[in-house]
Each structure stands twice: as structure tokens, then as C-alpha cells.
């Protein structure tokens, strides 16, 4: 019969052994919200995790490791999510994005992602590679996403000429302005925007300024005389 020491580790172990990254990861998106990057500690980090400091470096070596896990783990699956959808509509643009944006919207609403936004934009000067890592893995994805797909309703006749990147910015940039209202404005006393209205609203106000036959830039609708 086989010793104790001999037997291999459970399976409860193994799960527990194999779920502590994404737990160490989950851990870390909630502080970093919190205390921002450079104030945040690993023994921050590990307390919240419920697991030693040192346990850390079993799965990362540096803090910024941790943060590069936190947005590929804890906030691009959303993305991954958002491109299945889109591979899968086969409709025009205009249904996909009223999928889509309210989506996106209610993730900005209800996670912790808008404090990392802003610590990201706060805290770029002195770790530029926050910034690379925040524009490398969502920003620069979402929009060449976005981009793809405006650029192919285009070539369907759906939106008007454009720059296909700058739309998608277009489309973006007010849940932006909304998350950094919040957490900029409202702890001093600013009234919130409620992102998931707001966003609603904007795309229809966007689809009505994409149109083909939407007045062109820069000139004024042409009044109707009776």
C-alpha cells in the first residue's frame, strides 16, 4: 500500500493549485481599482487573493506582470466576446451595433474598469508601459474591430465615406467621457451619467450621421421650401 508521501495530490488540490492565478489575477483588478498602480503592493495583491506574497512569484515576476495578466484576463475576455458576436451577425451594421455598444456599455456601468482607465491615463508618465500594455491588448484591438466592420458596411453601401477609424472613435468617445466623469467628478459631487442611456441614445445619433445619405461634412442641410 502506498504511504501518504507517495500519493499524489488530490484533485481538490490540483483545482485549488490551478485556479490560483486566476484568483491572484481577480485579486489584482480589485486592487488596482482601488489604490491605483504605483500604490498598490504585492502584499496587497496576495492578502486579497488569500495567498502568501511569495506564492506570487510562483506565477509572476513583477507587479507589472500581474497588471499585463489583469488586462488580458479580467478585462479582454469582453473583447473576445464582442468579436464572436460580430463574426456571428450576418445583418447590417446598424442591428450589430445596438447589440453590441449596450454590452460594452453595462460593463463600463457596472465593473471596476473605469478606475483602471483612469489609472492608466493618470499614471502613464511614470510607467509608459501601462499604456502600452492598455493600448496593445484592448485599445488598439477594439478599434481595429470596429474599424473592420464600419470599413465592410462601407464596401456594402450602409455608411457613408469616411475614415472608418475615426468613426469608431466617434463611437467610443462618449462612454470615455462618461467613465472619466465619473471617477473625476462625481466624488466631489457631480452628477453621474447613466453610461448604459447615454450610450443608447448616442448610437442613434450616430447611425443618423453615418447614413448615406446623411448631409455631407462640414455643410449645412439644405432647407425644404413649399
Do not use: C
Not at 112 to 141: C, M, Q, Y
Amino acid at each position: 500500500m502506498a504511504s501518504m508521501s507517495d500519493a499524489s495530490p488530490s484533485p481538490k488540490w490540483r483545482r485549488r493549485a490551478e485556479a490560483r492565478p486566476a484568483e491572484i489575477v481577480a485579486a489584482a483588478y480589485e486592487v488596482f481599482a482601488e489604490k491605483g498602480f504605483a500604490a498598490a503592493r504585492l502584499d496587497d495583491i496576495a492578502a486579497a487573493a488569500g495567498v502568501s506574497k511569495g506564492a506570487l512569484y510562483l506565477y509572476f515576476e513583477t507587479k507589472q506582470d500581474i497588471f499585463e495578466a489583469v488586462v488580458r484576463d479580467a478585462v479582454g475576455p469582453n473583447i473576445d466576446v464582442i468579436e464572436t458576436m460580430a463574426a456571428a451577425h450576418p445583418g447590417p451594421l446598424a442591428d450589430l451595433l445596438r447589440m453590441v455598444v449596450p454590452r460594452i456599455a453595462a460593463v463600463a456601468a457596472d465593473s471596476p474598469l473605469g478606475k483602471v482607465v483612469k489609472l492608466v491615463i493618470g499614471e502613464s508618465g511614470n510607467f509608459p508601459e501601462l499604456a502600452r500594455i492598455w493600448h496593445d491588448t484592448l485599445i488598439n484591438r477594439a478599434l481595429g474591430m470596429l474599424s473592420g466592420l464600419i470599413e465592410r458596411a462601407q464596401a456594402r453601401g450602409e455608411v457613408r465615406a469616411g475614415d472608418p477609424r475615426a468613426y469608431a472613435a466617434s463611437l467610443l468617445s462618449p462612454m470615455l467621457m462618461a467613465i472619466l466623469f465619473r471617477e473625476t467628478f462625481v466624488p466631489v459631487g457631480g452628477k453621474p451619467f447613466n453610461i448604459p442611456a447615454l450610450m443608447n441614445q448616442h448610437v442613434d445619433l450616430f447611425l443618423a450621421g453615418i447614413r448615406p445619405d446623411a448631409p455631407p461634412e462640414n455643410k449645412p442641410a439644405k432647407s425644404k421650401t413649399r
